[in-house]
């Protein structure tokens, strides 16, 4: 009886454990920043074997496995395999950007009549938050947690006229993987004083799996906006939103992205490509909403990307050069993967008529990034 007893007491146990298992964490180191400071990478992986792998420096998506639909996994997001390479040349793999993501024109701007001025990294203009933005330096991990999802929370203190921005910045970056296949990715901020935050992540996507021969450019797209903010030949909004109805800007229908993407159309002559923010909305919303779908059809992998922010920025790897050597050992070429950054629209700080990205005291930034995978024909697709 007592024997009995034990077997039946673990075999309880065992479901229960069994039960609460849930998705998981793992921690390891990555690598090491020039001054000896341990970058780490946590894991987070579900039941169905999707996988997210986070690095704590630039608060990076190092690689994320999801299943085709013979449920054979693959990486869709490109990265390096070690950490020289994120210190050799960043190109913003899988980061989280900021101060504020995207372009400022001349790298300036005017907050309560003063005049700022930030690096200038992109020819005339600041690009993601200047020369050392969110995506070079260390996060600290500050939580993790298990059970029916798996997340991550980093930190990063900003410090007053950090790349020559105001104020000094609380920032928390949350990654979160539950067993729907959704990967959230969550941004917070507060401030001491008033400053200009924008912030967003920066994965290169490539659904057929990083590295694969057939690249991006036959992936089906849709973007459920109106219009679109045309730029100058330094990538600048001119100011103007453009209907997107006639052009090669509209992606309200499920379209192949390299049917449009060697146009001779100017807007695409000035950015090598697209280098564009939609207008989804003209507000920032309470919950997500969808901005962008995408499918690829060899692998039957789709991906939604929803956000609470208003504009989408879709840039389609045009200088991807072939000289990188990614985690695959294969070599990124133009067009091998996209990227698609949820945010205000570039250049708000100049541009009064797109919004604003104003944070005060006592205010709380947040910009509620999820990435949403299925297969096509697999199961209702969220987002249709």
């Given amino acids: 009886m007592r024997i009995l007893m034990l077997t039946t007491s673990l075999l309880a146990a065992a479901a229960g454990a069994s039960a609460a298992e849930g998705a998981s964490v793992s921690r390891a180191s990555f690598g090491q920043m020039p001054d000896g400071q341990n970058v780490e990478a946590i894991t987070l992986r579900n039941e169905g074997g999707v996988t997210a792998r986070i690095i704590t420096y630039g608060a990076a998506l190092q690689s994320l496995l999801v299943p085709d639909r013979h449920e054979e996994l693959a990486d869709v997001t490109l990265g390096y395999p070690t950490m020289q390479g994120y210190l050799a040349k960043g190109e913003?793999?899988?980061?989280?950007?900021?101060?504020?993501?995207?372009?400022?024109?001349?790298?300036?701007?005017?907050?309560?009549?003063?005049?700022?001025?930030?690096?200038?990294?992109?020819?005339?203009?600041?690009?993601?938050?200047?020369?050392?933005?969110?995506?070079?330096?260390?996060?600290?991990?500050?939580?993790?947690?298990?059970?029916?999802?798996?997340?991550?929370?980093?930190?990063?203190?900003?410090?007053?006229?950090?790349?020559?921005?105001?104020?000094?910045?609380?920032?928390?970056?949350?990654?979160?993987?539950?067993?729907?296949?959704?990967?959230?990715?969550?941004?917070?901020?507060?401030?001491?004083?008033?400053?200009?935050?924008?912030?967003?992540?920066?994965?290169?996507?490539?659904?057929?799996?990083?590295?694969?021969?057939?690249?991006?450019?036959?992936?089906?797209?849709?973007?459920?906006?109106?219009?679109?903010t045309p730029v100058n030949a330094t990538l600048i909004p001119t100011g103007e939103l453009r209907p997107v109805a006639g052009t090669v800007f509209d992606f309200r229908r499920p379209?192949?992205?390299?049917?449009?993407?060697?146009?001779?159309?100017?807007?695409?002559?000035?950015?090598?490509?697209?280098?564009?923010?939609?207008?989804?909305?003209?507000?920032?919303?309470?919950?997500?909403?969808?901005?962008?779908?995408?499918?690829?059809?060899?692998?039957?992998?789709?991906?939604?990307?929803?956000?609470?922010?208003?504009?989408?920025?879709?840039y389609s790897g045009n200088f991807l050069d072939g000289t990188i050597v990614g985690k695959s050992g294969r070599l990124y070429r133009q067009g091998d993967a996209i990227v698609l950054e949820p945010q205000m629209f570039p250049d708000t700080p100049n541009q009064p008529a797109f919004g604003s990205v104003r944070l005060n005291p006592g205010q709380t930034y947040r910009n509620t990034i999820l990435f949403r995978f299925s297969t096509a024909g697999s199961a209702p697709d969220p987002g249709r």
């Fill in 92 to 228: 913003f793999f899988g980061a989280t950007v900021g101060r504020v993501a995207n372009r400022i024109a001349g790298g300036r701007f005017t907050l309560d009549g003063q005049s700022y001025q930030t690096p200038l990294n992109d020819g005339p203009n600041a690009l993601h938050g200047g020369t050392r933005g969110f995506d070079k330096v260390l996060w600290k991990v500050v939580e993790v947690k298990e059970g029916p999802s798996a997340s991550v929370t980093l930190r990063y203190l900003s410090p007053h006229m950090d790349q020559g921005y105001p104020g000094a910045l609380d920032v928390t970056a949350t990654y979160t993987l539950d067993e729907s296949n959704t990967l959230a990715v969550d941004y917070r901020a507060t401030t001491d004083r008033p400053t200009v935050v924008n912030l967003s992540n920066h994965a290169y996507w490539n659904l057929a799996g990083e590295g694969s021969a057939e690249g991006a450019m036959g992936h089906l797209l849709t973007i459920p906006a109106d219009h679109f």
């Fill in 255 to 314: 379209t192949p992205i390299g049917e449009r993407v060697r146009t001779n159309d100017p807007q695409i002559l000035y950015g090598k490509g697209y280098d564009h923010n939609w207008v989804v909305a003209r507000d920032v919303a309470r919950a997500p909403r969808l901005l962008a779908r995408v499918e690829d059809p060899s692998s039957g992998r789709v991906m939604h990307v929803l956000s609470n922010q208003p504009g989408i920025q879709f």
